[in-house]
């Protein structure tokens, strides 16, 4: 039986903070902003007009400035970013570079008619020029919305037609295990008829062939003659930072959007509190900048500390599985921080590869994105940071901007227990409460919610304060709703269970399932959609397909290709199903509703449980058989 909880810290003892931050989170947030630079102090810490937060209402600041300046003044030769790319090439950056390299981007993007509130669209590799395009939208005002570049043409067509972008940002590729990925051609694709966009800039990177149209631009002939001087623009603090697009239970992805000040703080506070990094340490988040992590936990928070951080452009195993861990040697890395997907993953290789390699300058390591199981927590702790290290099991979300629920050895040395995410962050109010909204004991499952706001909040959703009312305030109105499962324990630790929704986390990655049915529906072969979520080795969670066809349409390995090519064309690769069931019909409610749950329950060979509210009780015994027949059918490697 493993010891369930370990005591390894940095030595950090401050019992303050948390007791300020109970005696009146208001005040104790307003003290943490005084860590940053404000051009104009607030006149309000807190506006809270349910459901609606603004913090340090009245203060104007600048996000790039507290991001590079702030260093520049005090050392501009500290390296900033420690560039890879998968083919071995580096690059080096020094907080003078990046800040001279963001400069001349903002020029480029004022001369291109972006002005304050406009919004930016970046799909890019993670490359340095990525970072320093939503700094460069930061310096003058502009609204950043970042896609992650394995998203695919009609994924951005979404996202650019919601957020009317006037420049997209792209590269001609960039590379991902070997292979070249061709952003351009998927950007034209994406936005061949929408006459809004007025420029793509397109950064050479991978040195292919592209086509420029009459709306591009190449990235080095602007950028390059631009001044790399730049007044930052001072923006009221609940100015909108950026929108991210995110998965949730209904329909298209939603526009989270952020905005500047209280976003900074919770930032700021905690990369400090979770990392504690010093002049002496290089870190290390494996997470894309598309993603929030990227936003968080790659450009703000360690670009506000002053941070030397290693920056990698393709895959963690690639082109050997060891590569992470040569990349811990080389660099030195002491802070890492990834997901429980990637470590799974390396897990699985076994423990020689890290064994040798020299992973002795690790001091403190992470996890985000996906709950981690405590075995593989426990291998992360004995053969990644031999028992030295402490963990960080970070839960948050792209809707809060910052951590929430995490060890916090920046701050104090407090027991860690395997599996669990341990306690709330100061400053923010967690709890776990039943269908009715009522606290729950400790050990009972139930909600999570948030029941006061907090900094990093996001400001609402982008064009469509009706749906963040509903999404996030309705199920319980005076709580926030983050849509996950946990249960609390006596000492306050939080277990946290996955997604009470129909959310996926497939590597990591959100996805919505109703993202992926409305993908397959969109295909002329199929009539109806369903898709749910069984437990995956690897990834967590793997998508389950189940697919009534039109009339005429038949079944075979041709028409399942073309729909794998369909979901990587309509929402992306991460999307694609690993299984395909074809039924005649789908379970719903009487409402009319899917009933997922029972799909699920199906596809795991669970037991069955409560029917009642089923249309056609036959829909399931039909699923069940159509499933052993279709597992029969796959045993043999027919359809794979
Ligand atoms: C899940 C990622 C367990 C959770 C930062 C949440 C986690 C969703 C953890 C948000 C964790 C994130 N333990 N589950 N440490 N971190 N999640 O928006 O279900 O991509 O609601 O933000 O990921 O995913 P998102």
Known sequence: MAKDSFTVGLGNNDSLTRKLAEEDYV??????????????????????????????????????????????????????????????????????????????????????????????????????????????????????????????????????????????????????????????????????????????????????????????????????????????????????????????????????????????????????????????????????????????????????????????????????????????????????????????????????LSDSKDLSSLRLLGSVGEPINPEVWLWYFRVIGKERCPIVDTWWQTETGGTMISALPGLETAPMKPGSASRQVPGINVGVVDENGKDLPPGKKGYLVIKAPWPGMLLSLWGDDEKYKTVYWSKYPKMYYPGDFAIRDEDGYIWMLGRADDVLKVAGHRLGTAEIESGFVSHGAVAEAAVCGIPHEVKGESVISFLVLKEGAAWDIRLRDELVQHIRKTVGPIAVPDQFYVVSKLPKTRSGKIMRRLLKAVAKNEKIGDVSTLEDEAAVEEIRSAFKELEREIEGSKLR
């Open 27 to 352: 005040k104790f947030w307003e003290k943490e902003a005084e860590k940053l630079q404000w051009s104009e102090k607030w006149s309000k810490s807190l506006e809270w007009d349910p459901p609606f937060a603004r913090w340090f209402v009245g203060g104007r600041i600048n996000a790039c400035y507290n991001a590079l300046d702030v260093t520049v003044r005090k050392n501009g030769k500290k390296p900033a970013i420690l560039w890879e790319g998968e083919n071995g090439t580096s690059r080096t950056l020094t907080y003078r570079d990046l800040l001279d390299y963001v400069c001349r981007a903002a020029n480029t993007l004022k001369s291109l008619g972006v002005r304050k509130g406009d919004r930016v669209t970046i799909y890019l590799p993670m490359v340095p020029e990525l970072m320093v395009s939503l700094l460069a939208c930061a310096r003058i005002g502009a609204v950043h919305t970042v896609i992650f570049s394995g998203f695919s043409s009609q994924s951005i067509r979404d996202r650019v037609s919601d957020s009317k972008s006037k420049v997209i940002i792209t590269a001609d590729g960039g590379f991902r295990r070997g292979e070249i990925i061709k952003l351009k051609r998927i950007v034209d694709e994406a936005i061949s008829d929408l006459d809004f966009v007025e420029s793509v800039l397109v950064l050479e990177h991978a040195k292919i062939p592209v086509e420029m149209g009459r709306r591009d631009k190449r990235w080095a002939d602007l950028v390059n003659a631009a001044s790399n001087i730049c007044e930052p623009e001072e923006v009221e603090s609940t100015h909108p930072l950026y929108i991210l697009y995110t998965s949730g239970t209904t329909g298209k992805p939603k526009g989270v959007l952020h905005g500047t000040g209280g976003y900074l703080v919770h930032v700021n506070s905690t990369f400090k509190w979770l990392f504690d990094v010093k002049d002496s340490d290089i870190y290390f988040c494996t997470a894309d900048i598309g993603w929030v992590t990227g936003h968080s936990y790659v450009v703000y928070g360690p670009l506000m500390h002053g941070a030397t951080q290693v920056m990698y452009e393709g895959a963690l195993v690639y082109p050997t599985p060891s590569r992470i861990w040569e990349m811990v040697e080389r660099y030195k890395i002491t802070v890492l921080y990834t997901t429980p997907t990637a470590l799974r993953m390396l897990m699985k290789y076994g423990d020689t």
